[in-house]
């Protein structure tokens, strides 16, 4: 870390200041400019994490010089971190696409898109049995009876099943049913919930907040890390924008820009960033073309029968078009790509990541 | 509710989606335009809350009319809420004004500040003992101890003390200890919380999220107020931008917006929206000047000792200076406005809100 | 356009709204909701432009229901414009890379870019020769010699060329030597220099505002097609948000949404959008795997030698990788998807346009 | 400057960074941290403005310590700038109010609004000749004909006139009849029109753009003040957010944060910034109260019939309250704080700032 010292600062403020660093464990370098003086600290940054450093006397700005997320940066751990899920790998090369409806709502209908979604080349199940709805009018979904569906359909078809947990009362719920738990938006930042998911032993979905950084985004998985669980898959879903075309703004740049700065699965969620089926398997494909490990995308065959979120959902025709392209970019990724360029990095497999 | 068909949109269209109106219980009212056909609903949008109006064939937009927010609107509820909070009042004309440190740190501190800023003028005591931190790694609050502390400066003081509950499982904890349950930005859409507090009988201060928009702020109060409770008091503590030169960016004008939409109280906080203590007074005498029903605002004698946010705290001389400042504001309204132009809503007392 | 009357509008209201806007030559329809009465009024949208429909007595909201931008839009023009500047076309099918230099510097830098992008695949070449810079200190482009050097180079290479106007009395220098006029961000609403820029022949790419809206973008378009020019190419180069792991954000999801909204070619800049090299190519190949029609890029053999955004811009071997990723995307457009799934809309040919 | 050396970086990239450095002309000042290596810049940035850091090889971020502002800057220039306008001064504790409709329609309504505004207390007059509208088929002002009715008012009533230039081309028509210049939001980065306007002689009003921050908005100033014009009034009028509640986003805070950067007049425009005529009066008064040097801001006896942003536009009987209440502010600043605090600037009189 850095701090920027005022250029009315004295000789006894920049004395004082390396006084207080050195008293919290630290040593300082510091540099005198001819305008400012500048005291880099030196080590460790997690243990000064709350340390009031603004409010040192003489002190203008501080510039944080190295991520504060340690267990998920790429530094201290420069390998892809591959994700095994009931024999689904995800990450390390691996690409995992996770497909179903937003809201479980019946088993016909779970079922049938299960395994219309599983012969285009999914390969786990998504649905909702809790749902966050910004109205306390609109339908929260089927709780139990839902994640016994989703079960059912696992047994069924062999997929592995995502699903949302929103309150620290589910847990015990959610985890005797899922293979990984979702956290979603509005909880990105319930830390409470974060601290409790990362004792325990399922891989994690940890999806962006609405409008947060993705350095945030970093800090809350860190949470999830620092319980010692160490399975996370980082999921975009966009965030709010002042644009209105779409219902989220999602810059696929992000994807690797992630895979940079983070060892871990980086994927993508079309649906609730563009919000309107006509653009999801633009955006979708988009996200895969730009390096996506993977993405969570929602299917229903009846989008104006779905309880929540049919405006998004991609019809099972729509989502078996998408496949065929998502297969073509990845066979060119395996074959004309590795004789022609010599790919360091690529899957042994793709669809289905094993 | 509006329905706006696209002008590709069919006489079939048209009657198809008039009778799914009709069997979801609702009439309708169609207007042919030149280019496009509107259709309107009538009657109550609670009831359509989560239909999938959009996927309807032939809709091309859907447009909301009234407030989906139906206990909180102004438009069901004309007369301000007063709430009494042990005896002191807000709302209504009542003005209070809720001090303390960010966390509870020692019960010297805790009881110094306290006495400091009810002599300025202050109502209730604020302080944190469950801190929500994007790291981790920082100092995450003194969890009992500190609500212990809280209730003694209240023993001592008399003053009603306001904290920050973060978890369901320590709603029981809270509940004892505190006058007013506040809920923090991160957990503003933490929907399973806010059920669960509108059963209780504690009002509640519940702060926008990091980046809601003002509805979905309104629409979180609706979650509490549709569990049965009914003071629920607004709080404004800005939002992202991507302006770096305030910690976050409160728009006052959105104060005399929600008095208007609402009839609840709405207060300002200008300590996490301004952030740095030298701009903290300047928004916060803002927000009374634009006539904010109270602040909630953060005093500590030695920031740089503080275990959070050390850098946006006042010091207790910097409050007692901007109390002068808001008691000749609220003179000023009192009298000289009274006579001169015939206020009709002033309180009959101000500091304490009795 | 649709008025929503207020819940306190009275008949008297409602009339004297009606009547005001049969004034200004517009037939309404009425209806009455439970609640609420709203007003549609019948015609033409462009008429009412500037009437203070918020401000008639009565009125809480004024809806827009159609676009309004009327030459650009796809409802008055369903047929992809495609343009040819030189003989290269783009649009309708056929796409067009744009690559060249920031900044123009020296000849021989800039002809060494053109030669060996146009060997792989570029179609045009751009450079600025005058720059718009945030800091009055920074370097602000060759001027009129950086032109002669882009009119050599396309007199060398045949490549059309494409550059900046930034100034109204520019216009005649610029418009002597480009093919291709291209308007900035900082420029989108410099509405003088729109108007004037419509009533010349020349074609003109318009980059989306710092932080515009898509609908303001096409304002801006329809301000340029109202001045009489009809080829004009919308390019997304990302717009401000919060984040600041890029340098702007771009939400690809665009690209189809302009496409159905506009009849005119799409392309995007990942190079502004990403702004850090590392990340551009995989932004540039995520647009056109979103269906751009194109896309302008920086490319130069030095960065660190750039006189301006020599972060962002491509090495020649990068950019030679990333055309050979798009072509193996074309090819697929081309042949494979023709014969699994009839597409309706390919191009005849790709590189180049021809 | 602070150039933040990767964690892979060698000696050699550290030398090699350190020499580039002296070439350009700076020393600098080198840490070695545990992780990482920080190079600190000494001397002048002004001078690596547009020199590619970035790109040197082992950099990973560029850190800025001082403001790139250097005579906008409070640093070089600590006492307040105060301008004296035709006698009306502002900045420097001189507070001035600028009145007026916000394009000029008619003689007859512009000499009732400019008698009315100046008997409450204006002391400047504004009034639009040219309107930059987001569609070309609104109203775009009356042009020369505007402008001579404002040169009729200014005769009559005495109150110096502000009104927009747009268009370079126009820049010697507005300067013949105005006595401030105002640029607008939409032009804030259209650098050619800062250039010139920063070589005459008259003062100017810049207001922020859009979406810009503080800093780019300072930058805009610092193009002006490069020029060698001294007389800048720096105008706040909201930025864009996703917010809709409000036309745009004003944070008041920003007032003391510009005041302590730069040593100009600050003032804010509660009209643009609010956009609804219901807390435009709210805004200002916060504006006022959080410290603003005045206020630009719009006043119409009808504003049903203005042509232009009616919606905003208070009536006259507002404006006359609002500015009883910021009189009422202003007598408690000069007596009321004198003798309590002994406050170190206030003015010596304020309304005409004379």
New interface residues.
């Given amino acids: 870390m850095?701090l920027?010292m005022s250029?009315n600062a004295t000789e006894a403020d920049i004395d004082s200041v390396a006084k207080q660093i050195k008293e919290w464990g630290h040593d300082v370098?510091i540099?005198?400019?001819?305008?400012?003086t500048?005291i880099?600290i030196?080590?460790d940054k997690?243990?000064l994490?709350?340390k009031?450093l603004?409010?040192?006397a003489g002190v203008e700005?501080v510039?944080e010089?190295?991520a504060?997320y340690k267990k998920a940066s790429r530094?201290f751990h420069p390998e892809d971190s591959t994700l095994d899920i009931a024999g689904v790998k995800i990450g390390g090369g691996h690409k995992s696409i996770i497909a179903g409806p937003c809201s479980v709502d019946s088993y016909e209908n779970l079922i049938n898109i299960a395994k219309s979604v599983q012969k285009a080349g999914a390969t786990m199940l998504r649905g909702g049995a809790f749902k966050?709805?910004?109205?306390?009018?609109?339908?929260q979904g089927k709780g139990k009876e839902g994640l016994e569906m989703l079960a059912e359909a696992r047994r069924e078809t062999g997929l592995p099943i995502v699903t949302e947990l929103?309150?620290?009362?589910?847990i015990d719920l959610v985890y005797q049913y899922t293979d990984v738990i979702q956290i979603g938006a509005?909880?990105m930042?319930?830390?409470?919930?974060l601290?409790e998911i990362g004792k325990l032993g399922k891989p994690v979905i940890l999806k962006n907040?609405?409008?947060?950084?993705?350095?945030?985004h970093l800090?809350s998985v860190?949470?999830v890390l620092?319980g010692g669980l160490q399975e996370v898959i980082i999921a975009l879903r966009?965030?709010?924008?002042?644009?209105?075309?779409?219902r989220n703004?999602?810059?696929?740049?992000?994807?690797?820009?992630l895979q940079?700065e983070t060892h871990l699965p980086v994927i993508v969620d079309?649906s609730h960033?563009?919000g309107?089926r006509?653009?999801v398997s633009?955006?979708g494909?988009?996200?895969?073309?730009?390096?996506a490990d993977g993405m969570i995308i929602e299917v229903h065959p009846c989008?104006?029968?779905?309880?929540?979120d049919?405006?998004q959902a991609l019809l099972p025709e729509d989502f078996d078009?998408l496949m065929?392209k998502i297969k073509?970019?990845d066979a060119?990724n395996q074959k004309?790509w590795k004789e022609?360029?010599g790919s360091k990095k690529t899957s042994d497999s793709f669809l289905g990541g094993k």
């Fill in positions: 850095i920027v250029n370098s540099s005198k400019g001819e305008i400012q500048i880099g030196i080590g997690q243990d994490a709350g009031p603004h409010t040192l700005k510039l010089v190295s504060p530094a966050p709805r910004t109205s306390p009018y609109s339908f929103m309150s620290e009362k589910d509005r909880n930042q319930n830390f409470a919930l601290k907040g609405i409008a947060s950084t993705v350095k945030e800090m860190e949470y620092s966009g965030v709010r924008s002042y644009e209105t075309a779409m703004t999602l810059d696929v740049a992000l994807v690797p820009y940079k079309p960033s563009a309107k006509e653009f633009a955006l494909f988009a996200g895969m073309a730009a390096g989008p104006s029968c779905a309880l929540s049919g405006d078009y065929e073509v970019l060119w004309e022609k360029f």
